[in-house]
């Protein structure tokens, strides 16, 4: 299994809701990411986590909040967020360290903030 | 400040064709090259990369070139084929533990 495996594949939520993006890989890899990509831009790293502690958090406003239940799963809670947060949410993982290299990437959560 | 540039939005060629995507970089700490791919509406998948001690990767078609005095790399794909037709990233690392810095993409598109 090569798969890093994202939900909801798309999501529309109003500034005043709550959601979670969710990402789970069965690859072994203790190294997770969460990256941020807008249209016709390169992925903007948000947040890592190398075994199932936060290692880096790129200054991403408080509104996104990552957690890391365990080694395969990583989730990103959204509160409050702003229009301008609309974009492609990709979840990413790789063998080790806290940096990427070869990073395993998933299809992304399309979100829309009205 | 952008250390990792693709200075050329797009590329067009035949099938058929070779393509050459270049990437060229200001930091000189980076010792490690990826390219990624990315199709619409998917994430980006890893294609291939090249360590700082090489200067030629080859991997089936594609084929990666890395100049150090030159801080450039290109990619070459050749025979280029539609389904080849996508965004492609570079992207490169100063160590083991450091984060991937992505350049801003090149769409190619390859005419059947």
């Known amino acids: 299994d090569t798969e890093v495996t994202q939900t909801p594949k798309h999501l529309v939520m109003g500034m005043t809701n709550k959601k979670s993006l969710k990402c789970e890989q069965h690859?072994?890899?203790?190294?997770m990411y969460w990256y941020k990509q807008k249209a016709k831009k390169p992925p903007e790293l948000m947040f890592v986590?190398?075994?199932?502690?936060?290692?880096i958090n790129e200054s991403v406003p408080s509104r996104f909040s990552p957690e890391c239940p365990n080694s395969s799963l990583l989730n990103l809670h959204l509160h409050a967020l702003q229009p301008e947060d609309s974009a492609l949410y990709l979840c990413?993982?790789?063998?080790?360290?806290?940096?990427?290299?070869?990073?395993?990437f998933g299809s992304g959560t399309q979100l829309s903030v009205l | 400040d952008q250390q990792v540039k693709q200075n050329s939005p797009s590329l067009s060629v035949q099938e058929g064709r070779i393509s050459i995507l270049n990437c060229d970089y200001t930091?000189?700490?980076?010792?490690?090259f990826l390219w990624y791919k990315k199709y619409p509406a998917e994430g980006p998948t890893f294609l291939i990369s090249?360590?700082?001690?090489?200067d030629k990767n080859e991997d089936g078609r594609f084929t990666v070139f890395l100049n150090k005095s030159a801080k450039h790399l290109s990619l070459h794909i050749v025979p280029s084929q539609p389904g080849d037709s996508a965004v492609y990233f570079c992207?490169?690392?100063?160590?083991?533990?450091?984060?991937?810095?992505f350049g801003k993409g090149i769409t190619l598109s390859v005419r059947p």
């Open positions: 090249i360590s700082s001690i090489k």
């Open positions: 986590y190398s075994y199932e502690k936060l290692s």
């Open positions: 990413a993982s790789s063998q080790g360290g806290t940096g990427g290299g070869k990073l395993f």
């Open positions: 992207a490169a690392k100063t160590g083991a533990n450091s984060k991937l810095t």
């Open positions: 930091n000189s700490m980076f010792d490690y």
């Open positions: 690859m072994g890899h203790r190294a």
